[in-house]
Every structure is written in C-alpha cells, then in structure tokens.
C-alpha cells in the first residue's frame, strides 16, 4: 500500500499493470496461429498453416452490387443499430441453408452473430465456471481451446480416430470424470470435415454419441462451419438434425461465403437461445446489420449453390493435389484424406518436433501449423496441421517438397 491507500503497483517492467488482470485473463495468450500470420504473410513463404478461404473466386461484381442496394434502398437501416437477435430475413434464410444438412428449426432459435467465433464465446460465457469441464475431440480448434481457457474450463480431449470421435473413448473419459467428481458441462465437436484432423463423424455414431450425452445430462455444442464443403458425399445428417433440444449447432458464412462479412450463427433450444440473445446483447448491443443485409441481398440474388459448388471444385483440386504431393514426397509420414473441409492432419515419426521444426521450415519457405496448438495438454509435438484452401495448386507442390527438405533433413536422410 501506498500512504494514501491505494495498493502499489507491482507490475513488471513490460506491464506495468500486469498485477491488476482478473484471473481469466491469463488464459489469454497468443496461438500459434496467430505468431504464424505474421511471418508467413511474407510473400516469399508458402503458408499451409492459415484457415484463410480461397475469396478471389467469389462473385466480386454480385457482392459489389448487393453492398449498393442495400446502401440505396435501405441506407438508414443498414446503418443503425438493429436486432440482438440478428435480421429477421436473414434468419430465414439461414434456415434455407441448414436445410441443406437436414436440419429444421424454427426462425425464432436462430441467433445470429459476429462470426460463429462470437457464438461459441457467448456459448461458453453462459455455460462455464472456472474449472467446469469441457470435452472436445483430440485434436480440437484451436480458436475453441482458447475461448474455453479464457473462461478458466478445463479441457478434457477425448480420441478420435480415421472415423470421427470414439463412442467407447467418450463413455470412458466420462465415467473417469464422474470418478474424480468433476462437473462436465459440455461435449464441443466439430463433427465435419473437422479441424485441424480432416475427418468426418461416421453417420452410425452420431446416435450413439447423442445417446451418451443424454444419458449423462451433457449438452453438445456442434460446430460446423465447412459442412457444405463436401468433395463427394454429402456429410451425415447433423447432430442438430437428431436431436434439437440436446444441440447447441454453430453456422457460419465464413468458409461458405466470406469471414470478412464476420457473419455466423447459432441455434439453440428455445431456454439457451434467450439467454444467448442477452448475452449477445451485452457482448456487442446487436450484429453488424450492414454486414447481415447484405449478406442477406447477396443470398437473394446470387446462386449461392452454385457458388458453393464452385468452391467444392476448387478445395477439392487443391487437397487432391496435397495428398498426391505427400505421397510423393514423404511417404514415411502419414496423413488424413479429407472428403471436405480445409485441412489434412499429418503425423510424423515421434522423436520428431513440429514446433521445433518450424523455424527450419519458414527458412525452407513454408509454414505450417504445429499439432500443438491443437491440443489443452500439450500434446501434438509429432503432428502438424496443413491447409490447402489458401495456395494454389502450384504452391501447395512447392510448399510439400520443401517441407519434404526439412522433414528429411530432420530424419538424416
Ligand atoms: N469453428 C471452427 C471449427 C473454425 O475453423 C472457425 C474458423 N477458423 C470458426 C469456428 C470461427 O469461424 P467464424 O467466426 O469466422 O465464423
């Protein structure tokens, strides 16, 4: 204490009020990711590492064209404040699009916000005390890890294998932490074309896992930004699909359209999504209605399915060309084969280190995402996650042959 009773600062010489943070506060820490951004936005360097959509192939004119009308006929509008809950067209809308994945909700449970990003904080926010847990597939986005760390949960990964999260795996880790007397307050999953691992929840266990969250009163939170970015099949009904009242379900324009509109969505059951509304309402007041607008214009004039589809042709190009490139340049490695989605999940031999060997690789000229970033435990130094939605085909060849120089080189070959 100073003389005059206020406490002394015992900050440290970088922040100087570092002492005054809430205790959440800690959890917040730069990802990997975001330390990557930086050095493989160098032009020279061959990002696998970045979730960033391939937005040069969207409709630039249509999008051009849907801003203005929206600004000419309903400027004032756009421009105010609007809805906590989101735009009413818009919600409708969204609901066309879930339809697509079998699910059929009612206008009135869709929130929409600032991106799902934004949802799956809100989400959190009702939901976790400090040290609730959450379980999450292992590996899990990197962006819910550090949303869950900043509410103080404790993330519990559960195993995952070629087929999605394991039924027995989910039962067991449960049991384990009834055991120990902990309180599981929800299962996060990201069921399609899954990030960072490229996998897809196998239809005949998606009723099995909702039986076990049922069973033991744990709710689901379904993220599912890439399930419309299919190559082949089509995925498996949604979780949401099978049972409404147990699934929180997390949409997003960003992997679909565009994250630069940061419009996404939640559906909830009727109690969570009132509460979601005011938790989104004190977040942020009410979602960009300039962005909903004309992402709304835009879902009215353009064919986004067609559209859609366009982007399919183009990820499933580039990933075909990642694994081919894998498989000829390091084919001691091995790596999953998504039917959708962004990324494939490479595993390496265990004595080497993803981390470790990231400066060697930017050196190379490539980046990648360390497997780390992926896991609450530190776990993952053996594996790395690689993205082709952002480089062309041509750089994804460079990019796998100089990652090839530095894996070998790590190997001694
Ligand atoms: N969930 C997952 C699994 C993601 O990959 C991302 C974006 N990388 C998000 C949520 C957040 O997306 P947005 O906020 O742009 O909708």
Redesign the pocket.
């Known amino acids: 204490m100073t003389t005059d009773g206020v406490p002394e600062r015992t900050g440290n010489n970088l922040d100087p009020w570092y002492a005054n943070y809430a205790e959440r506060a800690s959890g917040l820490s730069a990802s990997e990711v975001r330390a990557l951004f930086a050095v493989a936005s160098r032009p020279e360097v061959v990002s696998l590492a970045g979730?960033m959509p391939f937005v040069s192939a969207l409709p630039q004119e249509l999008i051009v064209s849907s801003m203005e009308k929206v600004m000419r006929e309903q400027g004032p509008t756009a421009l105010q404040y609007g809805s906590g809950q989101g735009i009413p067209e818009l919600r409708e809308q969204i609901l066309d699009v879930m339809a697509l994945e079998g699910i059929h909700g009612s206008v009135d449970n869709v929130v929409t916000?600032?991106?799902?990003?934004?949802?799956?904080d809100l989400v959190t926010k009702l939901f976790i005390d400090p040290g609730d847990v959450i379980l999450a597939e292992a590996p899990s986005?990197v962006?819910?890890i550090g949303v869950f760390r900043s509410y103080q949960a404790n993330v519990v990964h559960v195993a995952m294998d070629d087929q999605g999260l394991i039924p027995e795996a989910l039962r067991q880790t449960i049991a384990h932490l009834r055991g120990q007397g902990r309180r599981i307050k929800f299962l996060y999953t990201?069921p399609n074309f899954?990030?960072p691992a490229g996998v897809t929840l196998a239809a005949e266990r998606r009723p099995e896992i909702i039986e076990i969250c049922r069973q033991n009163e744990i709710l689901i939170l379904e993220?599912?930004?890439?399930g419309l970015l299919h190559f082949d099949e089509p995925a498996p009904d949604a979780l949401r699909a099978l049972d409404p009242e147990g699934v929180v379900y997390?949409?997003?324009?960003?992997?679909t359209l565009a994250?630069g509109f940061?419009?996404?969505w939640a559906l909830a059951p009727h109690a969570v999504r009132e509460k979601l509304i005011l938790a989104a309402e004190s977040a942020i007041l009410s979602p960009s209605s300039f962005s909903q607008m004309v992402v709304s214009e835009y879902l009215a004039t353009a064919d986004w399915r067609e559209q859609i589809d366009r982007f399919r042709g183009v990820y499933r190009e580039r990933k075909d060309v990642m694994v081919e490139a894998l498989g000829e340049h390091l084919p001691q490695l091995s790596w999953t084969n998504p039917n959708g989605g962004?990324y494939v999940w490479v595993t390496m031999p265990e004595m080497l280190d993803s981390k470790q060997m990231l400066p060697r690789a930017v050196k190379e000229l490539v980046a990648y995402t360390p497997g780390t970033a992926f896991f609450a435990d530190g776990r993952g130094r053996h594996a790395m996650r690689l993205s082709f939605c952002y480089p062309t085909t041509d750089q994804i060849r460079v990019g796998i042959r100089r990652l090839a120089t530095v894996v070998n080189g790590e190997l001694d070959l």
Do not use: E, M, W
């Open positions: 979730g916000s600032t991106g799902s990003q934004q949802a799956l986005y962006g819910a990201i899954h990030n993220d599912n930004p890439y997390l949409g997003s324009f960003s992997k994250p940061r419009v996404g962004f």
